[in-house]
Structure formats: C-alpha cells, structure tokens
C-alpha cells in the first residue's frame, strides 16, 4: 500500500511521546512489508523540511500552533495528485480534518481526546479551541473508520456519537529487548518514587508531588524522581521548594533509554497520577523493569493497570489517597514483591509485532473502503 500520514510531531521531535511512537512502530514495519510510508509533520527548531526515518518520508511545515493548516496545505501542494491507498490522521491535538480534503480512504487514529482534560493544561481560550475542534469529529469523520489504543478511548468516542462498529480496538505494544529487570524488586532497599513523562500540567507530576510530605510522614527515607522534562518543570520545581521537599525530589529532566531503564530498576513504586491517558504506555515500561504503579482511576489507565495485581488505583486528584497507595507498596514488602513480579509478566504480554498486525488488518479494511 501506499501510506500517507498526518501526526503534530515526528519521531525525531523533541517532544515526542506515545502517539508518536505508536504510529512510529506501525509504519516502520509497513515500510519493511513493502510499503510506502509519508509521514507529515509539524517543523521544529533545527528540522529539516524532508527527512528519511527507516524508510519513512517526513515531510515537515508549520509550527507548534498551525500544523494543523500548514500540513493541509502542503498536501493539497505536494501530494494531492498522488495516489495513496489510506490516510493515516493521528488525531492527538487539534484535528486536521482530513475528510474534506483527502483523496484517499481516511482511517483515524485515536490516542485519546483531550475534552474538558484540554482546559487544565492550557489556557482557557486555546483549550476552548481545542474542545470546539473535537466536536465536530463525528460530523467531519462520519464515514471514516476508528482506530483507538484502548476501550476507553472507544467508549469516548461511542459517548461522542461514533457508531461503535466503526472503531476499533488494538492496544499498544512494547519494545522488550529495551527493558528488562537488573536490579531484582526484592533487592531494591531504598523507598524510591518515580513519575515517568513528559512534564505538562496534564500529566499529573504535581500530584505526586503534593503527595510527598504525606508520604514522608509515614516512610521518612522516601525519594521521588521525576523523569521527563517539559515546559510544566520550573512550576513542578517551585512546588517542591515551596512544599519543603525540595532535597528529596530529583528532577532528571530528558531521559536516554539507558538511563530511563536505570532509573526505573532503582524504583521501588512508580505513579501515573494523569487524569487521562490512551493507554499508558509509561506503565507497561515501569512494569516490564519490576516496578508496580499507583495511578489515577483514570481512562486508560483502569486498562494498563490490573487493579491489586500490578499495582493500585487511586481517584485522581486524591494526594492523600494517591500517597496512601504509595505508602502501602513501600511498607508491605510481600505485597509490592508480588506485584511487582506480576508486572513483569503483565509487560510481556505487549510487543510491537502484535500491535502492528492487529492494526494491519484495520488498515486494510479502511483502504478497501470506496473513497467518501
């Protein structure tokens, strides 16, 4: 087949996350069954405007506020006359909405909807342009089919007005050769905490934060690092000053795949306290290193976490609540031992392989749908 795709960011983005990563993993295998891949993106600080990831064409043009323009627009200019077989839109930010421009069966890609979620990270006027935005994907996208990473993404979109027989569900996989437990759960002595992500107001570093000094109350030794970076750290670092736990939080900032899997085996406990995920890939990393998680009772993340098997649940935005479930694992040795090692195999359940396969089959059902 011949694949064009649309996502903000590319793999080589500084920003880069699980969106990325997951549509990374699916056309790199297509690329290497014979495919032809174009992948349009947003241009960041130092980006060529055309590039070649393992086989996958990156095109770039516009910016962090009006890819969602720019990259229509360089369609409509370098590709338009080209005939593809799918469109591939990761819809992950504002929509690009290619229904009413594409020439090709569109097949969406869903992470996840921001929603009401918009207005806690952003400013009150950008969020709203967000929300407005995806409101009008079960008009713009009516005939197009769905691919969501996880149930709870579906059930958004099914409550958004998608006919559920148009979405479907293919969880994320996992790099295993890149994570592995070297430091044995039972072995780690230190209380250690680790939030693994990327530092925005959406993803919850300041929760666990907050829940410091109740943790420390209860096991004094305990550290927390955080790992990731983003524009939300001065605020997160200001926070631990502020909360008198500065000199027990440990900022890592961008982490090497060395080095998060270094970080992790140090770990005793991780916590996810996002109020919204896809899935969260983030926990089936800490898993596979041993690590089991506390994480909001949140979309996605009732998915990725097995409640009291590879760690706890805890309603978002509870500090104390979210600090008594860290508090648990860190005083029950029996229990997060257990959890732990259910982790690692809950981790080996997901590869990339799996997922590609799974998606594979969608994206051939969507291409062999006649252009709306």
Known sequence: MKLIAFNWRDPKHPEAGGAELHLFEILRRAVRDGDRAVWLAERFSGAAAEDLVEGIEIHRAGSWYNAHLALGALYRKRFREERFDLVLEDINKVPFFTPLFARAPVLAIIPHLFGAAAFREASAPVAAVVWAHES????????????????STRDDLARRGIDPSRIAVVRCGLTQEDYSVTVAPEARRDPT?????????YKGAQYAIRALPRILAHVPAATLIVAGDGPYRPELEAMARSLGVAERVTFLGAVSQREKVAALNRAQVAVMPSPKEGWGLTVIEANACGVPVVASRSPGLIESVREGETGLLTPHGDEAALADGVIRLLTDHDLRVSQAKAAVAWAKTFDWETCYRGSRAVMERAASRKVA
């Open 136 to 151: 009008l994907i079960p008009f713009v996208y009516r005939r197009a089919p769905f691919l969501a990473i996880s149930e």
């Open 193 to 201: 905490i680790i939030f693994l992500g990327r530092l925005r107001r």
